[in-house]
């Protein structure tokens, strides 16, 4: 299956903006549903956005809606969240998560396939 490697975390202040993105290695990755999680330390894997092989659908955590835009890349085998009007509550490791399904969970156990995470941390 398909190996994932996110970039794109780091500082910003409260109101700003960072873009994630997640890099895919392995020919299958457009039939893969991609999403994005998130986790504080000591705290459970929490669902942040979703998308469908093209792109067509995609769902989002309440407290992300209206903020934070996932999209894909499948001739690039990569997918992004650009994550606008930051919060401090944000602040987060950042997880990009890819299944070949052709729903889009919000579980993380749905997913099969992990990256490593990118911190993000946003400062008040």
């Known amino acids: 299956q398909v190996q994932l490697v996110e970039s794109g975390g780091g500082v910003v202040q409260a109101g700003g903006s960072l873009r994630l993105t997640c890099a895919a290695s392995g020919r299958t990755f457009s039939s893969y549903t991609m999403a994005w999680f998130r986790q504080v330390s000591g705290k459970e894997r929490v669902f942040v956005a979703a998308i469908n092989w093209s792109g067509s659908t995609t769902y989002y955590g309440e407290s992300v809606k209206g903020r934070f835009t996932i999209t894909r890349d499948n001739a690039k085998n990569t997918v992004s969240l650009q994550m606008n009007s930051l919060k401090p509550e944000d602040t987060a490791v950042y997880y990009c998560?890819?299944?070949?399904?052709?729903?889009?969970?919000?579980?993380?156990?749905?997913?099969?396939?992990w990256g490593q995470g990118t911190q993000v941390t946003v400062s008040s």
């Open positions: 998560a890819g299944d070949r399904q052709r729903r889009q969970p919000i579980a993380a156990y749905e997913y099969s396939t």
